[in-house]
């Protein structure tokens, strides 16, 4: 399995709105069909820079998925987001590949 994280820092002049655009474009995402699902999370830091962090992270089932949505997806979908926000917010980007997952062995109900 791999993860696709993009991690993104926004302007708080635009934060609301970013929010509401990115419920839309986390489902263009997925909607590519190389992805099976996506969280979307707030790194709990204070920025030195200001504004608010977030992760988002799309799992794909195999390394062909996620190098098919750079070639037939990616360019599009991050110039819509560089369309809306590009200079309100910076965006990086890493690969993770799933090595093992863990799970307690003791879980009491």
Same mark, same amino acid.
């Given at each position: 399995m ?42 709990l830091?204070?920025? +030195?820079m200001?504004? $608010?962090?977030y992760?988002?992270?799309? %799992?794909?089932? /195999?390394?062909?998925? !996620?190098?098919?949505y #750079?070639?037939?997806d ?5 110039? +819509?987001?560089?369309k $809306? ?5 910076? %965006?990086?980007? /890493?690969?993770?590949r !799933?090595?093992?997952? #863990? ?7």
């Amino acid at each position: 399995m791999y993860i696709y994280n993009v991690t993104i820092n926004i302007n708080e002049a635009v934060h609301e709105e970013w929010l509401t655009w990115m419920e839309t474009h986390i489902m263009d995402v997925l909607n590519t069909g190389k992805f099976t699902s996506a969280k979307f999370t707030e790194v709990l830091v204070d920025e +030195e820079m200001g504004g $608010k962090t977030y992760s988002i992270q799309y %799992t794909a089932n /195999t390394r062909e998925d !996620l190098d098919d949505y #750079y070639k037939e997806d990616a360019d599009r979908l991050r110039r +819509e987001s560089l369309k $809306k926000f590009a200079d309100k917010m910076l %965006t990086f980007r /890493t690969e993770l590949r !799933l090595i093992k997952e #863990y799970y307690p062995t003791n879980i009491s109900n």
